[in-house]
């Protein structure tokens, strides 16, 4: 089989596997935020915390809920992180730093992932299993939540209610995240990924030094980080490691549960809005995306000039030689597309301009097709501008999915849209500017401002994965990415929530002929050309002297 | 005046616009000034040819950004200094409680004085006749010099103060404070002086403002990687960049493109109240449309002779064509008109006939007819009347004729019988002319036009239902409202409001008021009374309910033009990016140069050539703003198409051809190529 057969092999294989999941999990998800009745456990948990299920929510206080759980979380992680060695199954790791444990904290409430320590030698296996892997539920669920409040304001009409932020949270962990985890572990399991409570074995290598081989609940943390978009591998190298992932198989495995929920959540989103034409055509703007930069990427990694390469039949360096470059395409242009940040190979070894696409994929605002609840909502605000421009130009005052788009809810996109460029600019900015974070970099030249670059691109999108090169375990990093996750998580997260009151206090208008359709291929073209200008333009200055200049050199 | 010298003319407005405390109203041209100031005093420090090239445009910009609102501007302003001209100090003549008159000053006049006004005399304010009768001279704000009637009572009882009274003598009793009546209104309207953001101009305000502030942190942040890749830029290229990737087009051309809105509504001599009605227009989704006058031509006419059986066609039409010579009533006449058209019967003059005796139509008879020499007798009118009368001389109509009358009025018709009475025989009748509702020529081509735009049109009479619906379907209107009162009118907006739906209509009476008030955009007749004007948020001056029809387009024309200009604007950025960061950094990565797709000859040249552009294409724009995108109604797939195709596509590859070609001219000057 020659490599692009192989190639073609995988992606067709996971497009079909995503295709017969896509109506029975986006159905399932719809059912189970409109379900009016609640489990025994479920019930408990909200005796515990004194919640009334059945009381919807108005969207400041779905908000107040959601950044109270945030914020305890932090504190929780922190703290954790903090006391581990006084803690059982420290595996004898010392306390982690103050910033690194803040950097730490906020990177897995925001879904982000970031990883400035190595995970192996920095983290027992209770902060891992207790901390880190709870929020790689949680924040997955809190981000699922977000997206269906904003669909509960398509839905509903004259209300001030979006839903209820615990049922919601309750819900996504225990209904969704968690059966898919279990299910998938044991797929990772039998495909070979480690799944232990052991604290190493030392063995001697062939060439006679003592190695310790790390052992740990591995699959199930490899599984959630892929389900929830976290992207916090166990390892310091994450799915490039043989436990994490182990095989080929495993490697698709994987990528499919990276895909899974964020595309499903468009069947859900058309399903609950009452016209799953709706939720195709946000597919499909994702999908396009998606498929131009795969094609992009893998073609640039397969037909990289240069002797090295020539020698070696493709850029293999920092990529596994078990996934090769295809898969290692396919594998970075989902982690960026969908703000997982998990990666199987080393994306600063791309070629420079596959480098400069991927940092693109990641500047969309992770909508293709994004995070967990993050890319559907992302996308839906990015839908909202593109219809406000396209409905000016059918003459009419612009309706999305037969609710008006005025000048309050116009307030709120343009925030949303301009936080996130804002942030990453200004703080790859600030970075270059300074000379200690400049000491940083490890490739001198437009490949270290990339370095720069990508880490506030990935911060900034609460995607985590890592260039590598730029070492980012130092005070300044630790500390500006981590406030900068924080904010680019919370910030739009209030905003679309203000988003979702505003729009479910409007009453339904109908459609007519005059109604610009928005499932059509035309509006799907036109969202797509609004996600790629938006970000094009406002990173192209940047890009170009950092990818572009290193690639058209 | 030629669009030049109108140019010409708005300069010295343009320039007055500079000052900072009226550009900080458009923050995207708040910016570009800003960055003309900062330029200036850059290239005052460190001159260059190139660096005051720059500056010079920079500045250049912003003065066409003002010109393009000062052209919109300047247009009203010509049409206020024609209404002021009405706005004479008059003498009013104003009633004491004892009947007594006293003069006063116009100004001086409270709502509720009781003013008399005789021919000659100007009304010295806004009001409604409460006594009398009298054609009026409204050509001051219609602009149409045939007199109107005015009159006490109905609706035709409103008069604006500055109008000239021609003949006779009216009471009117005073609605408006002066200096807020209707001409007041105008003017401040007109010349822009009561111009508010409407709610979309804000909400497009807001998107450009987030726009402005992500490419300000583009531009900012660009120096410090610039200077880490050794290739440091001097502010005034900074700058430059700025200014062209803020959407400067739609920036500038914002707010003329909602002047030259309520203009163009002018133009067609309407007023709107407030921006904010010329938007919802654009929105409507359901018309109500009064029948009479607006559908159907304002009186029914004679559509066909049905001969009773035996009755020679010809014989039936001539009777009905001499009983109504003398009834100049339109109904009348269009019997004389049909009985031309469909027998070849020649107009006979009243007075060709000698010896022949009109009969005048009463409202007790409910007949009219002629009798002729030789004692024949002819009469029409109700079929109930003329049976009546048909008995009374001894004939015996047949069930036909009843057969006859029912059918026409189930059609939607109403019949008129005609009946004749011979010396010495007994009456008969001789046959029905059926009288119809004559839907306006080219009325169901505008409905099917509406309805492809998605809106829905509502018929209201006062007719039957059977009658209403004939009349619905043959006009093509989606509904209608049979036998509807104001309530009903009222209750029927509502309900299409409580679905989301906004609704126009068209009023004039008094009771029309709160339907008008209600519906989301009212046009009141200018013929109406004071009660209506005030409840609109629109007033035709050529009281034409037809126009609601070109409202609702110019109301979407608006929004086009806005949402396309926009389009184009972002879309340019494309061009400029092509242009500029290739001539910033290919002297440092020679590898950029590739991106320098149009091969511009310098970098100097492709900044400057990318600014000018900039600049000009809101000067090429300004007609474009000012008359609007150009609108076809049809379905909103079809316009995104082709608007996307123009404006989006074409906003991608203008710019490319255009910054070629004025690069080949400024690569000529000394120093920059």
């Keep these: ?553 | 005046m030629t669009p030049l010298h109108l140019l010409a003319s708005s300069l010295p407005d343009a320039l007055r616009k500079l000052d900072p405390r009226t550009m900080v109203r458009h923050p995207v041209m708040f910016v570009v000034e800003t960055g003309a100031v900062l330029s200036t005093v850059l290239a005052v420090t460190v001159p260059s040819t190139f660096a005051w090239s720059v500056v010079a445009w920079l500045w250049l910009t912003v003065v066409f950004a003002n010109l393009a609102e000062a052209v919109a501007e300047g247009r009203g302003k010509a049409q206020a200094a024609t209404l002021r001209r009405a706005k004479t100090e008059t003498v009013a003549r104003r009633l004491r409680e004892d009947g007594s008159e006293e003069q006063v000053g116009a100004p001086d006049l409270l709502v509720g004085d009781h003013v008399v006004v005789e021919a000659g005399q100007i009304i010295p304010g806004d009001g409604d006749v409460v006594e009398g009768i009298a054609s009026v001279d409204e050509s001051a704000i219609t602009g149409e010099s045939a007199p109107v009637i005015r009159e006490s009572g109905g609706d035709r009882s409103s008069v604006t103060g500055g109008t000239r009274v021609l003949s006779d003598r009216i009471v009117v009793r005073i609605t408006a404070k002066p200096g807020e009546g209707f001409i007041d209104r105008m003017i401040a309207l007109v010349e822009g002086a009561s111009r508010q953001k409407t709610p979309n101009e804000i909400a497009l305000d807001i998107l450009l403002a987030s726009l402005t502030v992500i490419f300000l942190a583009a531009t900012v942040t660009l120096q410090p990687f610039a200077i880490y890749s050794g290739a440091e830029q001097s502010l005034i290229v900074l700058v430059a960049l700025l200014v062209c990737l803020i959407p400067t087009t739609i920036g500038a051309l914002l707010s003329a493109i909602g002047i030259a809105g309520m203009d163009r509504l002018v133009q067609h001599n309407v007023l709107a109240m407030s921006g904010r009605a010329v938007e919802a227009a654009g929105d409507v989704d359901t018309l109500l449309l009064d029948k009479t006058g607006t559908i159907t031509l304002g009186n029914r006419q004679a559509s066909e002779f049905h001969p009773v059986d035996g009755v020679d066609p010809r014989a039936v039409a001539s009777a009905a064509q001499l009983s109504s010579l003398a009834d100049e009533t339109p109904e009348g006449r269009s019997i004389v008109v049909l009985a031309k058209r469909d027998h070849g019967l020649r107009e006979r003059r009243p007075g060709e006939l000698t010896h022949a005796h009109f009969v005048e139509f009463t409202a007790q008879t409910r007949m009219s007819g002629v009798d002729l020499d030789g004692g024949r007798r002819i009469r029409k009118g109700a079929a109930a009347a003329v049976m009546k009368w048909v008995r009374e001389n001894g004939g015996h109509p047949t069930e036909e004729v009843g057969a006859i009358v029912d059918a026409i009025s189930t059609a939607g018709g109403t019949p008129l019988v005609v009946a004749e009475h011979l010396d010495g025989g007994p009456a008969r009748a001789l046959g029905v002319i059926g009288l119809k509702d004559i839907v306006k020529e080219g009325m169901r081509e505008r409905f099917d036009e509406m309805r492809r735009m998605g809106i829905r049109t509502v018929m209201i009479t006062g007719d039957n239902p059977l009658t209403a619906r004939a009349i619905a379907e043959e006009a093509g209107v989606d509904d209608f409202l049979a036998e509807a009162t104001p309530e009903d009118k009222m209750a029927l907006i509502k309900r299409e409001q409580e679905g989301g739906r906004l609704v126009a209509m068209t009023g004039d009476g008094t009771n029309d008021a709160p339907a008008l008030a209600q519906a989301d955009v009212g046009v009141a007749m200018n013929s109406g009374t004071s009660a209506a004007k005030e409840a609109g948020n629109m007033v035709d001056l050529d009281s034409n309910p037809t126009k609601l029809i070109e409202i609702v387009g110019i109301g979407k024309q608006l929004l086009i033009t806005r949402g396309s200009l926009t389009t184009f604007s972002i879309a340019n950025d494309v061009a400029k990016y092509f242009a500029i960061i290739p001539a910033m950094f290919s002297g440092v990565f020679v590898g950029l140069d590739t991106l320098n797709v149009m091969r511009l000859a310098t970098p100097q040249s492709a900044i400057l050539s990318a600014v000018v552009f900039n600049a000009l294409v809101i000067v090429a724009l300004i007609p474009l703003a000012l008359r609007g995108v150009r609108y076809r109604p049809s379905s909103a797939a079809a316009m995104l198409r082709r608007n996307l195709t123009v404006y989006g596509l074409g906003g991608v590859v203008a710019p490319f051809v255009g910054i070629k070609l004025l690069d080949l001219l400024v690569s000529r000057i000394p120093g920059i190529g």
Excluded: C
């Design chain 1, 1 to 553: 089989m020659s490599d692009a057969t192989a190639a073609l092999l995988q992606v067709v294989t996971l497009l079909v596997a995503l295709a017969l999941a896509y109506r029975p999990l986006g159905d399932y998800m719809a059912r189970v935020y409109v379900d009016e009745h609640h489990t025994r456990i479920e019930r408990g948990l909200y005796r515990v915390m004194g919640v009334d299920p059945d009381a919807d929510q108005r969207w400041a206080v779905y908000a107040r809920s959601l950044l109270a759980f945030s914020f305890v979380s932090v504190l929780g992680l922190y703290t954790l992180q903090r006391l581990q060695p006084r803690l059982p199954l420290s595996l004898g790791f010392p306390g982690v730093a103050p910033d690194q444990a803040f950097n730490t904290a906020a990177s897995f409430v925001t879904n982000t992932n970031w990883q400035s320590y190595s995970g192996e030698s920095t983290m027992g296996h209770l902060t891992q299993m207790s901390g880190l892997a709870v929020q790689n539920f949680v924040s997955a669920a809190v981000g699922i939540a977000v997206a269906v409040a904003l669909v509960r304001g398509f839905r509903r009409a004259r209300t001030d209610r979006v839903g209820n932020f615990w049922v919601d949270l309750v819900r996504g962990t225990l209904r969704i995240l968690l059966p898919i985890a279990v299910l998938a572990t044991l797929v990772l399991v039998a495909l070979g990924a480690v799944q232990n409570l052991s604290a190493g074995i030392e063995v001697t290598t062939l060439t006679g030094q003592s190695q310790t081989i790390t052992g740990g609940p591995v699959a199930s943390q490899e599984v959630i980080k892929e389900l929830g978009t976290n992207g916090g591998g166990f390892y310091n190298v994450n799915a490039a490691h043989p436990f994490e992932n182990p095989t080929p198989v495993s490697n698709l495995v994987e990528v499919f549960l990276l895909l899974l929920i964020p595309v499903a959540l468009t069947r859900t989103f058309g399903v609950l809005v009452g016209d799953t034409r709706q939720g195709y055509a946000v597919l499909a703007a994702m999908g396009v995306i998606w498929a131009v930069l795969l094609v992009g990427v893998t073609a640039l990694e397969a037909s990289h000039p240069g002797t090295a390469f020539g020698l070696a039949g493709a850029s293999m360096e920092g990529k596994e030689t078990r996934f090769g470059e295809a898969a290692s395409s396919l594998f970075a242009v989902s982690t960026t597309g969908t703000s997982a940040g998990a990666v199987n190979s080393f994306h600063s070894s791309f070629t420079a301009v596959s480098g400069g696409l991927l940092l693109l994929n990641m500047g969309l605002g992770e909508v293709a097709p994004g995070g967990v609840g993050s890319g559907l909502y992302g996308m839906l605000v990015l839908a909202i501008l593109a219809v406000f421009v396209a409905g000016l130009m059918v003459g009419r005052t612009p309706e999305y999915l037969r609710k008006k788009i005025r000048a309050r809810e116009m307030k709120l996109v343009a925030l949303y849209i301009l936080t996130m460029p804002v942030v990453v600019l200004a703080g790859t900015g600030v970075s270059m500017a300074l000379p200690g974070p400049r000491e940083s970099i490890l490739n001198p030249g437009p490949h270290g401002l990339s370095e720069v670059l990508y880490a506030f691109m990935s911060a900034g999108n609460n995607n985590g994965s890592a260039f590598a090169g730029l070492s980012v375990d130092s005070a300044w990093y630790n500390t500006v990415l981590g406030l900068t996750m924080l904010f680019v998580r919370f910030v739009p997260i209030v905003l679309v929530l203000a988003l979702a009151g505003s729009l479910a206090g409007q009453q339904h208008v109908p459609a007519t002929a005059g109604t610009l359709p928005t499932h059509r291929p035309l509006f799907v073209g036109m969202l797509t050309g609004v996600v790629v200008v938006v970000a094009g333009l406002t990173f192209f200055p940047v890009l170009a002297l950092g990818p572009l200049a290193e690639g058209l050199s």
